[in-house]
C-alpha cells in the first residue's frame, strides 16, 4: 500500500500547545530544522529581539507568550538577576549543560530528548529550568517565595 505522505514530508507527529523559543545562544538554522523535523514549533531569537537585547528582558517576552526555553547559557541557574527574570515570568527552560558538542551532536541531544522535554513542558508548572545531558532531563530546584 502506498503512503499518501507527499515524499521527503516528515512523519514526525506535530506537538501540541508546545513552543520552543532558541535563544541566542543556541540560534541555528540547522537545530531549528532538526527540532521541526522531528515535530517541535520553533522560535528564533533572531526573529523576535535584538542580538543585544538583554536576558531579562527576552525572558519577561517569551515568558508572557508561554514559549519554551531552549538554551546552553549555564548562568542562568546562577545569574541572580537572569534567574529571578525566569522565575517572574513563569518561564519554563531547558539548559544543555553537556559541553564540548558539535552543533550536529547538541541538536541530536535535542531531538533525541524532545518528548520528555514536551511532556515535562506541558505537565510541569512554571517556572522551572531543567538540565539536559546526553542521556537524561532532570529538573532543578529554584528557591521559593518569589
Do not use: Y
Request: glycine share 6%.
Amino acid at each position: 500500500m502506498k503512503s499518501k505522505r507527499p515524499f521527503g514530508t516528515s512523519s514526525a507527529r506535530r506537538r501540541p500547545d508546545v513552543t520552543f523559543f532558541l535563544d541566542r545562544c543556541l540560534d541555528s538554522r540547522s537545530l531549528a530544522t532538526a527540532l521541526r523535523d522531528a515535530g517541535a514549533e520553533v522560535r528564533r531569537h533572531r526573529d523576535h529581539f535584538r542580538g543585544d537585547a538583554p536576558d531579562e528582558e527576552w525572558l519577561l517576552a517569551v515568558g508572557r507568550r508561554g514559549w519554551i526555553v531552549l538554551t546552553n547559557d549555564k548562568s542562568i541557574r546562577r545569574n541572580q538577576l537572569e534567574r529571578d527574570a525566569l522565575i517572574v515570568a513563569g518561564v519554563k527552560a531547558f539548559v544543555m549543560t553537556t559541553g564540548n558538542l558539535s552543533g550536529e551532536e547538541a541538536a541530536a541531544v535535542w531531538v533525541r530528548h524532545l518528548s520528555k522535554i514536551c511532556n515535562l513542558a506541558l505537565c510541569k508548572p512554571a517556572p522551572f529550568i531543567a538540565h539536559v545531558t546526553r542521556t537524561t532531563v532532570s529538573i532543578m530546584r529554584l528557591p521559593r517565595g518569589r
